[in-house]
T-cell receptor
Framework: DAKTTQPTSMDCAEGRAANLPCNHS???????VYWYRQIHSQGPQYIIH???NNETNEMASLIITEDRKSSTLILPHATLRDTAVYYC????????????FGSGTKLNVKP | EAGVAQSPRYKIIEKRQSVAFWCNPI?????LYWYQQILGQGPKLLIQ????????DSQLPKDRFSAERLKGVDSTLKIQPAKLEDSAVYLC??????????FGPGTRLTVT
């Protein structure tokens, strides 16, 4: 299964865009990239996912490089409530929707 | 729609005691997962059910952990006997057949 590498922590000023990188250099052609976040003392929350095209929803944008070896989650206007651990996950499509969580990136949004 | 429900939210037991956690998934979700999350780490999959059958339990310590999903709906996860290293948050998630998982709030277990 493809592994992901994320920075341990990042800071972002409130109101600015938060750009969270993820490296998944061993991703295979049928594996999707998923992003979840976990706010303190809550269960993880789905944010967005994509295969090879860039995706956008009401929460965030996902930019996947052309070679699919890395991706960036963009929170366009970060708020204090976006402070959380963000997990980048590569989904093993053939394996009954299994997810492997790494350690994630702790995003600290500061006023 | 109602989310994934878990109970209890908190549990404190002594080592060598037994404990059980309950999960009620989102209605109609065929797949149910139990994760263990140790402080400072990401969730680790323990067991995955598809309806009432086990799809993957390769990470479940079967000498002390057991789980069942009767009638393909609710599920229970049991630990017997508990060890100090079992202190963690136990997360339940459910999923329709295709995409994202929906997580419950978790049960925080402290073993003393």
């Amino acid at each position: 299964d493809a592994k992901t590498t994320q920075p341990t922590s990042m800071d972002c000023a409130e109101g600015r865009a938060a750009n969270l990188p993820c490296n998944h250099s061993t991703i295979s052609g049928n594996e999707y990239v998923y992003w979840y976040r976990q706010i303190h003392s809550q269960g993880p929350q789905y944010i967005i996912h994509g295969l090879k095209n860039n995706e956008t929803n009401e929460m965030a944008s996902l930019i996947i490089t052309e070679d699919r070896k890395s991706s960036t989650l963009i929170l366009p206007h970060a708020t204090l409530r976006d402070t959380a651990v963000y997990y980048c996950i590569v989904r093993v499509v053939y394996n009954f929707n299994k997810f492997y969580f790494g350690s994630g990136t702790k995003l600290n949004v500061k006023p | 729609e109602a989310g994934v429900a878990q109970s209890p939210r908190y549990k404190i037991i002594e080592k060598r005691q037994s404990v059980a956690f309950w999960c009620n998934p989102i209605s109609g979700h065929a797949t149910l997962y139990w994760y263990q999350q140790i402080l400072g780490q990401g969730p680790k999959l323990l067991i995955q059910f598809q309806n009432n059958g086990v799809v993957d339990d390769s990470q479940l310590p079967k000498d002390r952990f057991s789980a069942e999903r009767l009638k393909g709906v609710d599920s229970t996860l049991k630990i017997q006997p508990a060890k100090l290293e079992d202190s963690a948050v136990y997360l339940c998630a459910s999923s329709p057949l295709s995409t994202e998982q929906y997580f419950g709030p978790g049960t925080r277990l402290t073993v003393t």
